[in-house]
């Protein structure tokens, strides 16, 4: 069983279950464990159960958070409610439709939310959440790989992060969006490898501010790529020192 919902079966076991998970990491890799720990542990049937309910979208929007929130207010026809969530991006409205039906949830609802990267959601539902954080997925491997790499590699690497003129704008915002979740993984890449001190402070503080520039929405990714490409060290991973 996948470490995160060993945690969610550990809250259970000691009658701590919270109303609300936020599972960060891929889907594919825990989805399974997480449903069998909903019908199995929590008793749940996930199959012809209106307490049961899964959605998987590329966007989460307002409407459907409205749909939750109606689903949710519903009587139960069983002992609790599950919802399982797993969304590409949620748009800022749904966001904060979410955070109202978190804030006063119906007792014995409780709430599973997949999704790549915390630091893409309103700091207000993320205090609503129970984080379970996942530091093998696919993106901080790939982030690990790129501050291990030099210039010529890193510069094609980023590439891919560049939206094209035939991009529709759907295209073009999830470009983006995996962008800014690339950039949160480089920065919990950071965080383990190199100390808060001396050079590495001017490092972060660069960074972070490039980070900020790089989620406005008329941002352009090409100069904040070729930043990151060109300003972050390379790290010798076997050491954790940065080769300055």
């Known amino acids: ?18 109303h609300a998970y936020l599972i960060e990491g891929d889907g594919e890799v825990f989805r399974e464990d997480l449903l069998n720990l909903i019908e199995k542990i929590l008793e749940s049937p996930i199959h012809g159960n209106p307490d049961f309910w899964q959605h998987k979208t590329t966007l989460f929007g307002i409407d459907n958070s409205h749909e939750l929130h109606t689903r949710q207010s519903r009587m139960a026809f ?24 978190l804030e006063d949830p119906t007792p014995f609802n409780h709430f599973f ?10 700091p207000t539902l993320l205090s609503r959440m129970y984080i379970l954080e996942d530091e093998s997925t696919l ?11 030099d210039v010529s590699e890193r510069l094609k690497y980023i590439e891919k992060f560049f939206s094209k003129k035939t991009s529709s704008t759907e295209e073009k915002r999830e470009i983006k969006r995996r962008f800014s979740v690339f950039l949160s993984d480089i920065l919990k890449e950071l965080h383990r490898r190199m100390p808060l001190d001396g050079k590495n402070y001017e490092v972060y503080t660069a960074f972070n501010k490039v980070k900020k520039y790089a989620d406005d929405s ?8 070729e930043f990151v490409a060109l300003a972050l060290p390379m790290i010798d991973f076997n050491t954790n020192k940065s080769l300055l």
Do not use: P, Y
């Open 139 to 149: 993106w901080n491997n790939e982030a690990a790989g790129f501050l291990a790499s």
């Open 113 to 122: 939310i997949i999704f790549r990267s915390k630091d893409l959601l309103l």
């Open 218 to 225: 008329g941002a352009a990714s090409e100069l904040v790529g």
């Open 78 to 101: 069983g002992k609790r409610k599950c919802f399982l969530i797993e969304a590409g991006s949620f748009s800022v409205d749904a966001e904060n439709a979410l955070l109202k039906t």
């Open 1 to 18: 069983m996948h470490k995160s919902i060993e945690q969610i079966k550990s809250h259970h076991e000691r009658g701590e279950l919270h």
